[in-house]
T-cell receptor, first 113, second 114 residues
Framework: GESVGLHLPTLSVQEGDNSIINCAYS??????FIWYKQESGKGPQFIID?????DKRQGQRVTVLLNKTVKHLSLQIAATQPGDSAVYFC????????????FGKGITLSVRP | KAGVTQTPRYLIKTRGQQVTLSCSPI?????VSWYQQTPGQGLQFLFE???????NKGNFPGRFSGRQFSNSRSEMNVSTLELGDSALYLC?????????????FGNGTRLTVT
């Protein structure tokens, strides 16, 4: 798999490989983090979330890792499939802001067959 | 369970006009948030409504307003449209009372201002 920060717009991976998408969040007071996937013509789709009292959370084929020391969040996708091709956003929130999420710029994941 | 529904999907308006966008949240969700998405600025928070009250507001001018009805459905209004208001407007709902819970987004309304 490959890892890339959100300052790079595109990540290209081979079908079947693992993908790692990284995100540096901005607010040290943030205590809730979410990854979204957005396909063309659709709204962002919730993938997985994690609270600041955890450092890892697993879903189906996805894992989110949180490193509060360096304010870093990553999304790992196992056995990447063509259907995973989309733009991925990380978002952060803090308890006082309810639904006021701050989104990263997004990265395009392109899966090669 | 039906997802978040936004209408209309597409709108074309002229500068100076006003527009109203509609959002029906997921059944049982009482919080509705609105976001603007543009290629240059990404996703930006507009405002959030909970129990018919605006609970949070982003950094947008007063031309952007919203409201929520007793059935949790929400509308947002943009008056005196400017070219820069062209964007995808996304509505999201959540169960949120006071705790964070995931936002679930609709597919948006694509607004083009000419």
């Amino acid at each position: 798999g490959e890892s890339v920060g959100l300052h790079l717009p595109t990540l290209s991976v081979q079908e079947g490989d693992n993908s790692i998408i990284n995100c540096a969040y901005s607010n040290s007071a943030s205590d809730y983090f979410i990854w979204y996937k957005q396909e063309s013509g659709k709204g962002p789709q919730f993938i997985i979330d994690i609270r600041s009292n955890m450092d890892k959370r697993q879903g189906q084929r996805v894992t989110v890792l949180l490193n509060k020391t360096v304010k870093h969040l990553s999304l790992q996708i196992a056995a990447t499939q063509p259907g995973d091709s989309a733009v991925y956003f990380c978002a952060e929130n803090w308890a006082g802001a309810n639904s006021k999420l701050t989104f990263g710029k997004g990265i395009t994941l392109s899966v090669r067959p | 369970k039906a997802g978040v529904t936004q209408t209309p999907r597409y709108l074309i308006k002229t500068r100076g006009q006003q527009v109203t966008l509609s959002c029906s949240p997921i059944s049982g969700h009482r919080s509705v948030s609105w976001y603007q998405q543009t290629p240059g600025q990404g996703l930006q928070f507009l405002f959030e409504y909970f129990s018919e009250t605006q609970r949070n507001k982003g950094n947008f001018p007063g031309r952007f307003s919203g409201r929520q009805f007793s059935n949790s459905r929400s509308e947002m209004n943009v008056s005196t449209l400017e070219l820069g208001d062209s964007a995808l407007y996304l509505c999201a709902s959540s169960l949120a009372g006071q705790e964070n819970s995931p936002l679930h987004f609709g597919n948006g309304t694509r607004l083009t201002v000419t």
